[in-house]
């Protein structure tokens, strides 16, 4: 069986938006009641030098009972997060609004067909705990993951010309609970560790690393020349959700604790018959893909199919 990676994510900040909910969905004949949306958190970290201020979507769910029939501890606590917390969009105020700590958080792809039938990975950041921090406020957006080499190469821009300096995108496979993977990109832009990882990882072998979480928003003012009269002004935003790699090992992960080739094949193999059978349901193409998301790389790591 595929054990689970390690796979975590600290968040420490300051709550910026609350958007949960009570739901219900029907499993077997029952009414499942249940608690879940998304909170946003204010993050100011330093990444590789560079002081960044980040909005971190964090993504919770939760039904009301277990499956003994218990009150669910993650329900209670996404409902107290619901009405007890406080919010910069709620107060005004980054002082007013409360600070929070999440310890347990984990790395999960979205994907979704687009309209135009291509496939869009997009990772996001679950959590089904969360806490008001107390004690020594550190903000940060950190992970720690463990996974197997798929592909690396160095990104190009839209003309096929390296970046300047240098970033290494990094496939990785990352098995997740019950057997399942997933397929995402990580990303490496310090200069040493970019020569590192190209001259001594290896594809089909398994790594742990560490890193922060890139998750920001710029906006671009472009203005457009028209033949006569004023120029037009646009503006452009790009949203950025990278897991930048900043430390680990070049040497693989010792064999009797990494992960099986035959194994992640086959959950591959597994994955592959998903994403077709989502491809096929009526409702998968209702969200447009982005462009850029055409240009997607293949996983290079070869597994059979």
């Known amino acids: 069986m595929l054990r689970q990676a390690e796979n975590r994510i600290r968040v420490e900040g300051i709550l910026s938006e609350i958007d949960l909910r ?28 560079v002081d960044v201020v980040l909005e971190i979507p964090v993504h919770m769910f939760s039904t009301k009972f ?70 020594d406020f550190k903000p940060e957006a950190s992970f720690s993951m463990e996974f197997m080499l798929s592909d690396l190469h160095r990104v190009t821009d839209n003309d096929g010309v390296e970046l300047d300096p240098a970033k290494l995108e990094v496939t990785a496979i990352v098995p997740q609970y019950g057997g399942k993977v997933d397929v995402c990109k990580l990303y490496v832009t310090l200069p040493n560790a970019v020569s590192a990882i190209e001259n001594n990882w290896e594809t089909g072998k398994c790594y742990k ?37 900043t430390s680990g090992s070049l040497a693989p992960i010792d064999e009797d604790f990494a992960f099986s080739i035959e194994d992640i094949k086959a959950a591959m193999a ?11 349901r009526p409702q998968a193409q209702t969200k447009q893909a982005p462009p850029a998301a055409a240009k ?10």
């Not at 009570?22 to 958190?41: F, L, Q």
């Not at 997607?296 to 199919?305: A, H, I, S, T, V």
């Open 270 to 280: 597994d994955r592959k018959n998903r994403l077709e059978e989502l491809k096929n």
């Open 296 to 305: 997607g790389r293949q996983d290079k790591l070869d597994l059979g199919f």
């Open 66 to 135: 277990t499956n003994a029939g218990k009150l669910n501890p993650a329900y209670e606590s996404i409902e107290r997060v619901m009405n007890e917390f406080v919010s910069i969009a709620a107060c005004g105020s980054k002082e007013k609004a409360d600070r929070i700590r999440i310890t347990n958080a984990n790395m999960r792809m979205n994907e979704f067909y687009g309209q135009n039938g291509v496939l869009v990975s997009q990772p996001r950041v679950s959590a089904s705990f969360v806490q008001k921090a107390v004690g």
């Open 209 to 245: 690393v560490n890193g922060r979480l890139n998750f920001t928003s710029t906006t671009q003012t472009i203005i457009e020349e028209v033949d006569f009269g004023e120029p037009i002004e646009k503006t452009r935003t790009t949203n950025v959700s990278e897991f930048l790699i």
């Open 22 to 49: 009570y739901g219900s969905y029907m499993k077997n004949g029952t009414n499942m009641e249940t608690v879940g949306g998304t909170i946003k958190v204010l993050v100011e970290q330093n990444i590789n030098g």
